[in-house]
């Protein structure tokens, strides 16, 4: 066939803004492409000394037990970001968080985008008896804004972009799975096919579900949702599934040749998996309902995993919603990147994980005959297991590139942000913001209490009589013993947490952050409306040392006020009921959280432990790392330093 046949039997989907000259295509809008370094900020469920292992029992995998092709070295990841900087980081590697390049590394890819519904990221959780319904964050209402702010057009822009990144990162024995209702199948079909090729499209698979769907008047019920089945190439990983396949009527055949088989329900033969896959949802009453309101079952990710990958390959979901692949991935012995853009999304996934060893059983077995009817009930036996090392990780941070040598660019960058007139003469007040003097702690460490202190007493010395203390990192017990001593010294000490880069990146899409300069018409466009100095957490800590034992004790914690907590702030008795997790690294070395001990909520347990112990095997000096995530996925630190004797 000529290359002009060729052209003649092609077909495109084009939208706004596809093509540099939309009237004439023949240019594509290039991807922009930015890619930052990780952070990472905690690791789950690894010792700091290897010989430790055995003695901190069932809290970390044996790597005795790994999967043969598993790399014992191995740390799976659960990123916090912006997907498409995320995929794009991962493409080019990060030396500085020990991740190589994984272009042509992953071996399957399951997504499950946001639909075309309207939906807004709100969370509900529960504080005690009430439920509260929190407003989405500045991340997640600018990707809102981002993805449907011109309808389909965005949305498809949205996915074309992130699809392409996909690819890149697809092994060329890969395959990806795209979660989509009816509303966007037949789009996201048309720029599959271009982005994967006609060829290497394998299924449209119809997920049929009794519960859940929408089943308004004026239409059938809506009870599926598809899932499209490509690859990168002619050469992938298929692992043909069986299923029963029930007789009509559930009577024998008796055909010749055909061998038969009969159950309680009735007679049928085993088959190969159909493309029709009968799978309730998590229903209210079920072992793994998380209450996050897209959870998909496990055993929907378990045919998707099981057909397509082995034990050790590399699984990612870059929509990771409450992790259900995650989950799946690690209970079948695969690696997993899990990446989302929600706070929730990430606590979530990291409270599952830790709690995966209550969690039904999965096994990777090929002989296993699935059930075709939906109404049929599996026994729930218990995994046992804990989840292997992970790390969670933030795309971006302050303290890298050309911003640790800034010092002061980053004072007046956060000055600007903060909207505040800078001040010259002082040696510790920097601004001055609606008759509060502004103080902005350092870039490169913890504000102190002797920090806070210098500053009080400068703004007594100069007749301030309230004061904004904004901080990246805080010190421990800063927040109590500020508080006092401003209140001694008569003066307003508010303590403001510094947005994160995440935030700040979502807030000025186009700017380049490491120049700390922003357009004046441009901070009053849009960081008035788009970024939040929020107050910090208050968390207070009781110590008690005896002998080499340490005990923790959270006393107090509050959160910032907003509408939401208004509402029900009388109703709130118990300040521990605002706490859904908190966890302990009790040698912290200044590097990454390495998560030690955590207590957090559970449908039968709905409070955490206030209490947390140690026993330290030496005498010496330690420092003691505390992580507090809230109801909401907000989180706060402290450190502590103890003396053991």
Wanted: aromatic share 12%.
């Amino acid at each position: 066939m000529s290359k002009n046949d060729k052209n003649k039997k092609y077909v495109e989907l084009i939208w706004a803004e596809k093509y540099k000259d939309f009237i004439r295509p023949e240019k594509k809008t290039e991807i922009e492409r930015i890619a930052l370094p990780f952070q990472i900020t905690e690791t789950i469920n690894e010792p700091r000394i290897k010989e430790s292992e055995g003695s901190l029992g069932k809290m970390f995998a044996p790597k005795a037990k790994y999967p043969e092709n598993y790399p014992l070295d191995w740390k799976n990841k659960l990123i916090w970001g912006d997907n498409k900087i995320v995929m794009e980081s991962l493409l080019r590697g990060d030396k500085s968080s020990g991740i190589p390049s994984l272009a042509g590394k992953i071996n399957l890819i399951y997504i499950d985008p946001p639909f075309f519904t309207g939906a807004d990221f709100s969370v509900k959780t529960t504080i005690g008896n009430e439920e509260v319904e929190k407003e989405p964050s500045i991340i997640e209402q600018r990707a809102y804004i981002d993805t449907w702010s011109q309808g389909i057009a965005s949305y498809l822009k949205y996915m074309y972009e992130r699809l392409v990144l996909m690819r890149e990162l697809l092994a060329d024995n890969g395959s990806i799975y795209v979660h989509l209702d009816e509303r966007l199948g037949h789009y996201i079909k048309i720029i599959l096919d271009e982005i994967f090729g006609y060829d290497n499209f394998r299924n449209e698979i119809v997920w049929r579900y009794k519960s859940g769907g929408s089943s308004e008047k004026g239409h059938y019920s809506r009870k599926h949702d598809v899932i499209f089945f490509y690859t990168k190439s002619d050469k992938y990983t298929f692992r043909t599934l069986k299923e029963k396949s029930y007789s009509r009527e559930f009577k024998p055949y008796h055909f010749e040749g055909v061998q038969e088989f009969t159950d309680e329900i009735g007679s049928y033969t085993v088959v190969n998996m159909k493309d029709v896959w009968n799978i309730d949802m998590v229903g209210r009453t079920s072992k793994e309902r998380l209450d996050y309101a897209t959870q998909k079952p496990e055993q929907l990710l378990k045919r998707i995993i099981v057909n397509s990958s082995n034990e050790g390959d590399l699984i990612a979901d870059f929509f990771c919603g409450s992790g259900t692949t995650a989950a799946v991935a690690e209970k079948l012995g695969r690696r997993w990147i899990m990446c989302d853009l929600g706070k929730f999304a990430i606590h979530t996934t990291r409270k599952r994980l830790m709690n995966i060893h209550k969690s039904k059983l999965l096994k990777d077995n090929l002989n296993e005959i699935y059930e075709e009817m939906p109404e049929i009930k599996e026994e729930f036996i218990e995994y046992g297991n804990p989840s292997r090392p992970f790390e969670i990780l933030n795309i971006g941070n302050y303290s890298i590139g050309d911003w640790q040598e800034k010092e002061e660019g980053f004072v007046k960058f956060i000055l600007q942000l903060y909207q505040t007139k800078p001040l010259t003469g002082f040696n510790y007040i920097h601004g001055e913001k609606e008759k509060r003097a502004v103080h902005v702690g350092s870039l490169s460490a913890p504000v102190t209490i002797d920090e806070i202190k210098t500053v009080v007493e400068e703004c007594n010395n100069n007749n301030f009589k309230s004061l904004d203390v904004l901080g990246l990192e805080w010190g421990y017990g800063v927040n109590e013993l500020a508080k006092a001593l401003a209140q001694k010294s008569k003066v307003d000490l508010r303590l403001i947490q510094i947005p994160s880069y995440n935030e700040l990146s979502a807030a000025l899409v186009g700017l380049d952050l490491n120049l700390f300069k922003i357009p004046d018409e441009i901070v009053e466009e849009k960081i008035s409306e788009n970024i939040k100095f929020l107050e910090l957490s208050y968390l207070e800590l009781e110590t008690k040392i005896k002998g080499k034992n340490v005990e923790l004790e959270i006393a107090d914690f509050q959160l910032p006020p907003t509408p939401e907590l208004a509402e029900i702030a009388d109703k709130i008795k118990d300040p521990i009921d605002l706490i859904d997790y908190w966890a302990v690294d009790w040698d912290y070395q200044g590097d990454t959280f390495h998560n030690q001990w955590q207590s957090y909520r559970t449908k039968k347990e709905p409070k955490v432990d206030k209490k947390a112990t140690y026993t330290y095997e030496k005498a010496g000096k330690y420092q003691i790392m505390v992580k507090v995530i809230d109801v909401f996925g907000g989180d706060v630190s402290k450190i502590i330093n103890v003396k053991i004797k």
